[in-house]
């Protein structure tokens, strides 16, 4: 497959790079996003996320006509849909946005076109996606909806890490699910273009719940981690020693706790399944309770610390300061999506009567929804002033801090960075 143009409908942590790396692999690549800021940025040869690599791979590719950014798509020989699949308030998935790309991108087909869905779903939503088209395009035979289709629609999952997205989505295998053989066969012809792993052919439902699977096992996993902490935290138990130990069984393999289960993928995915199987899903929805009540469980235990400062100190509950280290999702990356550090954090400002201090490296500003008594600090200003430390997300940055750097010793860490685990 000799793919002349690749649109991208969705730039985000996923969509640009891949439209990135597509452009590197020779291909004229047309990015499409409803956000004005993130196209004049690309447009501009800048980017407007943090991933490591990514700004001289999106510079050099729209400095040398490669690439390029608008608002609305264009004709070309394929199509990725890579824009957010979030959930309802009820945990039902919401396929708005993956709608309203698909019908943007509808009156631009034409026989021979293909049209990948990238962005994790519930099972069924590919076939949905050709079912739009074919309601929009009654002119062109659609997988599904003609014996002899004219145009390709498939699912390939992406499954990188942030961080890390540059090289994993080269050497990664990929998952390639069509509506049909052809349709699987095509797809992949695209992704053979920069991908060094392998093409893993199957139908794509399968390939929908392969995505969904592979975040659920992650998603249980963690779980068991998040609930041996407060279970070690009643009996008295650093949990962080008694991991270490267990793993050193060559059988097993725990997890580390945290604050919670954030991001785009792991905190959202498993909810699909439960939504589709609510009666079957008993393991994966009391994985999905347990991770989502672990913020509410990291503020009683800032609110227990409040309390015990109150009795060491003479001061009056407005006059402490909580600071909370780490904002994102995870480790050295700027992303808020889903992350229970936010949650906590926000849950914190809204309860506590004084000063809550924020420190995040990564972000510039906070934010929308906290509380005014919430300001972004510096990692300096917080170890001066506050009362109360809160470890929510282990950057390199803080797991260089050490307790005795500490004017507090009020220290509620949940990641074990700060001297709670063996040998630190």
Same mark, same amino acid.
């Given at each position: 497959?000799?793919? +002349?143009?690749?649109?991208i ?14 452009? *590197? ?22 980017i407007?996320? $943090? ?6 791979? /999106?510079?050099?590719?729209?400095? #040398?006509?490669?690439?390029?950014a608008t608002?609305?798509? *264009? ?7 890579t ?5 309802? &308030? =009820? ?9 309203? &790309? ?5 009156? @631009? ?5 293909v ?8 099972? %069924?939503t590919?076939?949905q $996606? ?5 309601? @929009? ?9 003609s #014996?002899?289709? =004219? ?13 890390k997205?540059m090289? #994993?989505?080269?050497? =990664?295998?990929?998952?390639i699910? %069509? ?16 991908? @060094? ?7 794509a ?6 995505k969904?699977?592979? =975040?659920?096992?992650?998603? /249980?996993?963690? &779980? ?5 902490? $407060? ?8 949990v962080?020693?008694?991991i ?8 097993v ?7 919670? /289960? %954030? ?14 199987s ?15 009540? +672990?913020?509410?469980? /990291?503020?009683?235990q800032?609110? +227990?610390?409040?309390a ?15 600071a909370?280290?780490g904002? &994102? ?8 999506r889903?992350?229970?550090? $936010? ?8 309860w ?9 490296? !990564?972000i510039?500003?906070?934010?929308? !929804? ?7 600090v510096?990692?300096?200003e ?18 260089t801090? !050490?307790?005795q750097?500490?004017?507090? *010793? ?10 709670n685990?063996v040998g630190?």
């Amino acid at each position: 497959m000799h793919t +002349k143009t690749v649109s991208i409908l969705g730039l985000g942590y996923i969509g640009l790079p891949t439209a990135a790396i597509l452009a *590197e692999a020779g291909c004229q690549v047309i990015g499409v996003d409803i956000n004005p800021f993130a196209v004049e940025t690309i447009n501009r040869g800048e980017i407007h996320i $943090v991933e490591p690599e990514l700004a001289a791979v /999106v510079a050099r590719n729209v400095a #040398e006509g490669r690439l390029r950014a608008t608002l609305t798509p *264009e004709p070309a020989d394929a199509f990725l849909i890579t824009v957010p699949t979030p959930f309802e &308030a =009820n945990h039902q998935p919401d396929l708005s946005y993956v709608k309203a &790309a698909t019908l943007a991108i509808a009156p @631009q087909l034409k026989a021979g076109d293909v049209v990948i869905l990238e962005s994790t779903s519930p099972v %069924g939503t590919t076939e949905q $996606v050709a079912t739009w088209i074919a309601e @929009q395009r009654p002119d062109l035979d659609i997988p599904g909806h003609s #014996e002899q289709p =004219n145009i390709a629609v498939a699912y390939c999952p992406e499954r990188v890490l942030p961080g890390k997205i540059m090289a #994993e989505l080269v050497s =990664n295998d990929r998952v390639i699910g %069509g509506i049909t053989p052809e349709c699987s066969r095509q797809a992949s012809e695209l992704y053979h273009l920069f991908l @060094q792993g392998q093409c893993l052919i199957t139908n794509a439902r399968t390939a929908e719940m392969c995505k969904l699977t592979e =975040n659920s096992f992650r998603d /249980v996993n963690i &779980a068991f981690a998040n609930e041996l902490s $407060v279970i070690c935290h009643a009996l008295d138990i650093d949990v962080w020693q008694l991991i270490r130990l267990a793993n050193h069984h060559p059988r097993v393999n725990i997890l580390q706790p945290g604050p919670g /289960v %954030g991001g785009h993928c792991i905190a959202v995915d498993p909810w699909f399944i439960v939504a589709q199987s609510p009666e079957l899903a008993r393991l994966i929805r009391t994985a999905r309770e347990v991770n989502d009540s +672990k913020p509410f469980w /990291v503020l009683d235990q800032v609110k +227990k610390a409040v309390a015990d400062c109150l009795m060491a100190h003479d001061k009056r509950a407005s006059e402490i300061r909580i600071a909370c280290f780490g904002l &994102a999702f995870k480790p050295d990356i700027d992303d808020l999506r889903e992350s229970p550090a $936010v949650q906590v954090a926000r849950l914190i400002s809204d309860w506590h009567q004084g000063e809550t201090l924020l420190v995040e490296p !990564h972000i510039r500003q906070l934010p929308t !929804h906290f509380s005014n008594k919430a300001a972004l600090v510096s990692i300096e200003e917080a170890l001066k002033d506050a009362d109360i430390l809160v470890l929510l997300t282990d950057h390199q940055v803080f797991k260089t801090l !050490h307790r005795q750097q500490f004017t507090t *010793e009020f220290v509620i860490d949940t990641r074990g960075a700060w001297g709670n685990s063996v040998g630190d």
